[in-house]
């Protein structure tokens, strides 16, 4: 847990969908995944703030500092390598704050803030989809009715799901899941 329940909530509620064992599916691009961290993604990510992703310190990122990823790690690297580098905190609704982060995780973060820029459009505001969480998205964001937001992101969420699936059909075995997290609410996380 860390000193703000906001974050705090938010990533039970990508915990909750992202779970926390160690999984490594050979259809999973990604690669081997625990708490929603992904090999692929540490690997990008390398030494976050202190943190080093080469648990085992034998050189390298691998499965193996995956599967011994503790749960306060990966809050830590959602903290710094999503929540305040993206400025989810910044999103006035926290159930849209939260839904937006998720999404992030799962869909990587241009793509979930593209999504919400669609919600933002759909909810009668007009803003370009560029996949940037700038000043005039979160501005955006923040005076749309949450509410009427909040439905426009789950069905954007959905959409670009089935999109996916239809797209790449070897990830089509995840769509059910995907739509689970599209129409979740972060209350419900609780």
Do not use: C
């Not at 990533?11 to 692929?40: C, M, N, Q, W």
């Not at 080093?52 to 959602?78: M, P």
């Not at 973060?109 to 940037?132: K, T």
């Amino acid at each position: 847990m860390s000193d703000d329940p906001i974050f705090d909530k938010a990533l039970a509620f990508v915990l909750s969908h992202e779970g926390t064992r160690f999984v490594d599916d050979a259809a999973d691009p990604g690669g081997a995944t625990k708490f929603g961290i992904s090999l692929r993604e540490a690997e990008a990510l390398g030494h976050l703030a202190g943190l080093d992703l080469d648990v085992n310190h034998d050189g390298h990122i691998d499965a193996a500092d995956i599967a011994a990823l503790t749960e306060d790690e990966a809050g830590q690297i959602y903290r710094e390598a999503y929540w305040d580098k993206w400025g989810y905190g910044r999103i006035n609704d926290r159930d849209v704050a939260a839904k937006v982060f998720d999404l992030a995780v799962n869909m990587g973060p241009s793509q979930a803030h593209r999504v919400a820029q669609q919600a933002v459009r759909s909810a009668r505001f007009p803003l370009p989809e560029d996949g940037v969480l700038g000043p005039q998205t979160l501005s955006a964001i923040n005076a749309a009715p949450p509410a009427a937001l909040y439905a426009a992101l789950k069905s954007e969420a959905a959409g670009f799901y089935r999109w996916l699936a239809a797209t790449k059909p070897a990830l089509g075995k995840f769509l059910d899941g995907w739509l689970n997290r599209a129409y979740s609410n972060p209350g419900a996380a609780q």
